[in-house]
């Protein structure tokens, strides 16, 4: 054979000694046993993909606090809620139609008839909030908020509407009592039910329409403070005045009502129809219900000086 | 495999596949040693990632083969001057190594079989009797598909250089 065939021993001197210095250098490099000998270009593109991934990732998660989970916590909530009410609502309106027919047909008396219509119109107010709620927490991202220097959110003021929502709720109270005034109007002219019953409804719708009045007077402070005319302070002040006006007007309410009974209770106690142990109770009730106005007339004090 | 082992089947295989290569770079020494570094390298890689081959002489020289054809191909778009062929070689002008290399890339386009026919005649060596033994089958047969390879390739090659006899 021809020697051109035939490799010089110094290239076979070279690439002996080359093969033995790539194997060893190989062998340093070579996973250790027991661990499974992955391809390079494998490795070359594990690493990329997770190079990738890790950019997705970083740039996921910030977008992923960016919007906050506690929004999607608070949205799924306000969701359930939502659906919740909407169930009642449904439950309730299928009541009141069963009730519709029932009254019609003279089966259940007029007062039962109200009561479950105003149950369902309470239940489609629950149902408006409940809305009213979920659109402030997709708008805000956070849970509704009910305070009256609460900022407005994507150009709603969702603290006035909550409030007008309110003020239907407590009217449906007063539409209640009314149906009842008249009722008892007339048993007590029948001599049925005694004239304190027909007082302490009265009494009631008093402090109902006073506290419709209370919540005008916080949509007037709301108002203001949407248009910019008083600071977020003075609205947490004027908002405090209103509740401990409030209070101290139904504490006042409640003791001139005690006030009363109790001195029918005391006519009774004279003609020996009720034992003097009912009248004791009544004072119990009566004292406690004046130390309720003293706290709410001390309240009161306190931030009109503040303000 | 240890380095003993390693070193072993270099110094078993070395002779074969540098001879196998240089008869098909027509003694073109640069060319032929690059490439049976090359095919050892790669050995050493794929082994240690696997396992060695039943036959590493027959793995190292379809590996070696592969990358002739490979760097054939890749030669063949630029001009005849930047063919990287060793004019000093001891029995061969570069024009003619230029022919022979072109007439072996011809060779691997046939499919496995012609060229495999063909190769073991013309670059090989081997009488029509050992490869009628190696395929296993008859001597007349072996000469009827070597006529056919050698029409195939005449058609694929501009002028007739297939004409004369083997390498040596």
């Known amino acids: 054979m021809s020697e051109i065939y035939e490799p010089d021993n110094q290239f076979l001197d070279r690439l002996e000694w080359q093969l033995s210095s790539e194997y060893r250098r190989a062998s340093r490099l070579k996973p250790a046993s027991g661990k499974i000998a992955i391809p390079r270009k494998v490795v070359a593109i594990t690493c990329m993909v997770g190079i990738l991934m890790t950019g997705v990732a970083v740039i996921k998660a910030a977008e992923y606090i960016q919007d906050s989970w506690r929004k999607k916590i608070e949205i799924a909530r306000a969701e359930t809620e939502v659906k919740l009410k909407k169930a009642h609502l449904e439950s309730t309106r299928e009541i009141a139609s069963r009730a519709e027919m029932r009254f019609s047909n003279g089966l259940v008396e007029e007062e039962e008839y109200r009561v479950i219509q105003i149950a369902a119109k309470r239940a489609e107010l629950d149902w408006n909030s409940s809305l009213l709620n979920l659109d402030e927490v997709k708008a805000s991202g956070v849970a509704p908020r009910n305070e009256l220097y609460a900022p407005e959110m994507g150009g709603r003021d969702f603290v006035s509407e909550r409030l007008k929502i309110e003020i239907k709720e407590i009217e449906l109270d007063l539409e209640l009592f009314r149906s009842r005034v008249e009722r008892l109007k007339q048993l007590v002219e029948k001599g049925l039910v005694q004239e304190d019953e027909l007082d302490l409804i009265q009494s009631e719708i008093a402090n109902r329409k006073m506290m419709i009045d209370k919540i005008q007077e916080r949509l007037d402070l709301r108002k203001r403070f949407v248009a910019g005319e008083i600071t977020a302070q003075e609205v947490e002040i004027g908002d405090r005045l209103n509740v401990a006006e409030r209070n101290l007007h139904l504490a006042q309410s409640r003791v001139d009502t005690l006030k009363e009974q109790m001195m029918r209770l005391k006519t009774l106690e004279t003609e020996r129809m009720i034992s003097p142990m009912e009248v004791k109770q009544m004072q119990y009730a009566l004292d406690a219900a004046q130390a309720e106005l003293e706290l709410a007339t001390m309240e009161l004090d306190v931030l009109k000086k503040l303000k | ?168």
Request: aromatic share 8%.
């Open chain 2, 1 to 168: 495999m240890t380095e003993q082992q390693w070193l072993k089947m270099y110094r078993e295989t070395v002779h074969p596949l540098y001879g196998y290569m240089a008869k098909r770079t027509r003694g073109n020494r640069q060319l032929t040693e690059d490439i049976v570094q090359e095919s050892y390298l790669r050995a050493l890689d794929d082994w240690n990632r696997k396992a060695v081959p039943d036959s590493p002489l027959a793995w190292l020289k379809r590996v070696a083969r592969n990358i002739l054809i490979d760097y054939l191909r890749q030669k063949r778009w630029v001009n005849k001057e930047n063919l990287d062929l060793n004019p000093d070689s001891a029995s061969q002008t570069s024009k003619d190594q230029f022919e022979s290399l072109e007439i072996f890339l011809a060779i691997s386009t046939l499919g496995r079989k012609k060229a495999r026919i063909l190769e073991a005649f013309y670059y090989d060596g081997m009488s029509i009797r050992e490869i009628a033994n190696e395929m296993a089958i008859s001597e007349r047969a072996v000469e009827g598909q070597l006529r056919r390879a050698r029409q195939s390739l005449k058609s694929l090659l501009p002028d007739s250089k297939t004409n004369g006899g083997k390498n040596e």
